[in-house]
């Protein structure tokens, strides 16, 4: 790719984000769209739908940057929560690790890169090739490149002292929280799995007997899990018409509670939309109350158990139960609210299998995946385009055409592709047994990262400089060489990507299209548009992998094509206060894991370093400096060094909490005279949420009598 087209691809994105920028600046003082733009607000009861009509609704400001930036730190994590926060570190650490990269890879590296005469492109300054800013215009031999060998040191040197200081500051906020929060069910609550009922006797009578003989001292209660999966749809639907019913009984308007009976209210026979929704309601009651009498006889041999203490709960945890390591698993309970009922898969063997399933079906979406990363490689290379499809040659020889072609689209396809991979990575993992939505997510988020990686660097890396060659893996000799040559190659590529993919993504999660559309929609052909509103929370599993990904091409590159560097800081400046203004307005906190994606990024970032380390082994050796190949060697193995210290020092406190915090925090629960009360309330707390009676409609002959005792 030549300058100019990146040029171009620049002020294309450049111009989508300043419009992205204006209209939301617009759009969100407009009293239609505060379900849009502050649902967050709206859910809490801050903001309020009306006001009268004024010019300065319709002019531009910056007032919401200010407003996002406003809030502390302590406040912002008290707003919305541990892993918001943590969330937020990850831009913040990736600003420090790229601007100190910047500073040394514009001022030093770039410069020396563009000196070298290795590739002699005598061509204008506006068309020359990105690669004359890159390591591979170094000429081989040349004494400049022990600069790279040493920034490559110190660069290494400065990301392991942040990841340790984040580490270390994530941990002591992570106990902080634990030390301030009020007692939580799951604090004391275990899940336990694979339950051996005896014939004549039921689930719930043998968790009883056998923790009242093994736990005696700290065993508090227990829920037995039942089948109840087929509720699912009819109190989501129950749910969603009560929304609308109450929403009607606010109107004073009674015109508009007339409405046709067809699809959008555009066909049928008139009906007091009242009174329908009433009769469907009631119907829907009797249904419920029908599955619930079915449901609560199917026990599964699975029940969350309550303790006493967090500290007894956590010695039921981390011990044995059975002599049979198939029965009695236990794992920590997570948050009432988080817990995913569907598809409770309960069986060892059943959730082994599935977790090959899920193996097998991600492979298969990874090497299916190769296919539009084909395509997008064709196009950046326009000789295959014009070999493909010769009766575009004219068009294709066009200036313009070919600089948007191969500076803009690539990206736009591929990110068009990858838009479908996180909701099918959360499909697979909530088929694997998953307890709740943060495992899943989390589950999620490491599938969806490592396909990121492979499909969007590995695979574009590997054919798209006509180096399709199996044996890659099969010689690890020859890892280095290969990636030597082929990551250079690809650096036009993902500085377009960078912008394509960074600067209007991050635009548009602030502009909200496709909520803007729907709400736009809704509310022309569905007068209360408005009844099923619920505020989202943000999906860690696709936004996590796509920083994380943009971390990666800033490491791997920093040696090789420093021009990438100051894109990426532009993507994390914009990232960091777009994300804090979401948080803040738009994104409810749906689970709390204590921090726990943190550990995450700590592995991707090291996987970066030493995949920069790998390549820069493998360069310097083309390049014809064996002796800096052979000094680089003890770089990667320092590095695994310092990733298996922060793993013995600080992984331990985001899978458990000590027993020095558990036994403070239990101390101090003796002095709470509330603690009866919570214990009684607990006893529920993870009672299925569709086995509980419900009475939306107001029928006399409705039901309300517990399902339970």
Known sequence: MILSALLTSVAINLGLCLLFFTLYSILRKQPGNITVYVPRLVAEGKVKEGGQFNLERLLPTAGWVRKAWEPSEEDFLSNSGLDAFVFMRIF???????????????????PINYMGSQLSDDSEFQYKSLDSFSISNVNNGSNRLWIHFSAAYVFTGV????????????????????YSSEPQPHQFTLLVRGIPVPPGSTCSDTVERFFLEYHPSTYLSHSVVRRSSKLQNLITDADKLYKKLTHLKQKSDPPKRQRREGCLGLYGRKVDILDHYERRLGDIEDNVRMEQSSAAAKEVPAAFVSFKTRFGAATALNIQESVNPTEWITEQAPEPQDVYWPFFSVSFIKRWISKLVVFVACTSLTVLFLIPVAIVQGLTHLDQLETWFPFLKGILRLSVVSQVIT???????????????????????????????SQIQKS???????????????ANVLSGSALYRVNVFLDPKEIPRILAEAVPSQASFFIAYVVTSGWTAIASELFRLTQLIYNFVSRIFCRNGDDNFEPPSLPYHSEIPRIRLFGLLGVTYFILAPLILPFLLIYFCLGYIIFRNQLLKVYVPRYETGGQFWPTVHHSTIFSLILMHVIAIGLFGLKKLPLASLLTLPLPILTLLFNEYCQKRFLPIFKDYPAECLIKKDRADQNDHNMSEFYDKMADAY???ALNPIKYS???DSHTSPLLA
């Open 92 to 110: 913040i650490f990736s600003l420090k690790v790229f601007t100190f990269g910047g500073i040394i890879g514009m001022f030093v590296l770039l």
């Open 159 to 178: 990301v392991c002292y942040l990841l340790y200081y984040e580490y270390g500051y994530i941990a002591s906020k992570r106990i902080a929280c634990f």
């Open 407 to 437: 500076g803009y689209l690539p990206s736009l396809i591929l990110q068009l592709f990858l838009s479908f991979v996180p909701p099918i990575m959360i499909m697979l993992s909530s088929l694997q047994g998953y307890i709740s939505w």
């Open 444 to 458: 999620a988020c490491t599938k969806v990262l490592w396909f990121t990686i492979w499909n969007i660097f590995f």
């Open 687 to 689: 009672n299925d949420p």
């Open 698 to 700: 107001e029928r006399p």
